[in-house]
């Protein structure tokens, strides 16, 4: 899937038994001895200042990529290493926009045993397969065998990003973590996107023209329903695929993670679901296999799993559709759950609420006069009508982004 950026755009399941273990994700930096990964280039000052400990530009793109492995470590579980092929390439980019990134699974399975998958006759993405599996369904021998890839996940960049005034207008990559500084935009994130396709944030449907992969579903279209119609996408024709990947605002994914989590956003979710990207064109890459740009949530966040990069995203809301497919997450907050809504509690004495996301005080949660609360959110923490703070009563909210940020 490819991820684009546009100027002025650019600012700056559990279905399956959890494995008690963490994924672990192993990259191969498969550009040339001098260019993109391996480029031994003077490193970038801003990164450097940012943190990034490479010493020449090559290592810090290394370092800002594995990064993102760590936080998709904290997300993900599974016993089988996800491997990663990283090249930095020519991609398409002019003065306005340019395609970031491109990823996706080498190679999709189904009906494997042992551990087989929810869904019979359903394609599902290597990675992912694998987890489920708990087991590797192709090693190297097997790829070379079958003429695929070793590696699980094919990820490629744009290094024309860096140093072409003719693209982007000038901005370059940034390196670091956290927010990119003015004319950069987040190498970091980018790379955090690209991995979500990798896991199976993608269908294998050719939206063209509706057909599926061989006439098998995919894991990622079981979820996805057309509210025009009240059709899945399983039960719709070709045509009608084809149809409803243009039908904007009624293109929206319905699985029930997704669903119990739909406090995270605050537009994007008007009619119930949750909408996909479905522009009245198609856009080969960025059609389907994205949420749609409407969301956003309380603090004017993108949901970083949207096809353009805006400089200001967060996960609302990709975790639980991953989990629909068949991930099995653990929080990256020390167990903490995303969102926490407290309502019809009456508090007394000192007590302290934590989300890794949103904490949410809602209808009938009362402090009393002996109360002493102190509440805190990755993201913020959001009151609603009908709480209530009783003469005497203390409250203390705060934002601790080193839950909830990237």
């Avoid at 990164?47 to 290592?59: D, F, I, R, V």
């Avoid at 996107?193 to 944030?201: A, D, L, R, T, Y």
């Avoid at 995270?264 to 856009?283: C, D, F, L, Q, R």
Wanted: charged fraction near 15%.
């Amino acid at each position: 899937m490819n991820r684009r950026a546009a100027l002025p755009t650019i600012a700056a399941l559990a279905l399956v038994p959890a494995l008690a273990i963490g994924a672990t994700f192993q990259a191969t930096y498969s550009d040339g001895p001098s260019e993109g990964f391996n480029d031994p280039s003077a490193p970038q000052p801003e990164s450097q200042s940012a943190g990034n400990p490479g010493m020449t530009l090559g290592e810090q793109r290394q370092w800002a990529f594995e990064q993102a492995f760590d936080w998709w470590d904290a997300r993900l579980q599974s016993s089988v290493v996800i491997k990663v092929d990283a090249q930095m390439n020519d991609l398409a980019c002019n003065s306005s926009s340019a395609t970031l990134g491109s990823a996706g699974t080498t190679a999709i399975f189904r009906n494997w045993s042992p551990h087989p998958p929810v869904f019979a006759n359903t394609w599902y993405g290597q990675a992912l397969a694998n987890r489920i599996r708990q087991s590797d369904l192709c090693n190297a021998s097997c790829a070379s065998s079958q003429g695929i890839p070793d590696e699980d996940i094919d990820a490629e960049f744009n290094k024309d990003v860096d140093n072409n005034n003719s693209c982007l207008n000038g901005v370059d990559w940034f390196y670091g973590l956290g927010e990119a500084p003015p004319g950069f935009i987040s190498f970091y994130r980018t790379v955090l996107h690209e991995i979500g396709h990798g896991v199976n944030f993608q269908t294998f449907v050719d939206i063209t023209n509706g057909t599926k992969m061989s006439g098998f579903d995919d894991v990622f279209m079981k979820f996805l329903e057309d509210h025009s119609t009240g059709e899945s996408w399983p039960q719709m024709t070709n045509a009608e695929r084809q149809a409803s990947a243009t039908d904007t605002g009624d293109l929206h994914w319905a699985g029930p993670q997704v669903l119990a989590a739909i406090n995270s956003v605050t537009s994007g979710a008007a009619k119930g679901h949750v909408e996909m990207y479905a522009p009245g064109a198609i856009m080969k890459g960025s059609s389907v296999s994205h949420w749609d740009t409407s969301l956003a949530d309380a603090g004017g966040h993108s949901e970083f799993m949207e096809p353009f990069a805006t400089g200001a995203e967060k996960d609302m809301l990709t975790d639980e559709a991953l989990e629909d497919i068949g991930w099995s997450e653990f929080s990256a907050c020390g167990g903490l759950q995303d969102e926490v809504l407290l309502q019809s509690t009456t508090v007394t004495g000192s007590q302290s609420y934590s989300a890794c996301r949103y904490l949410i005080l809602g209808n009938g949660f009362v402090i009393d006069p002996t109360g002493d609360v102190q509440a805190t959110g990755g993201y913020g923490v959001a009151l609603r009508p009908g709480f209530e703070i009783k003469s005497g009563g203390a409250f203390t909210a705060g934002t601790d982004t080193s839950l909830g940020e990237f």
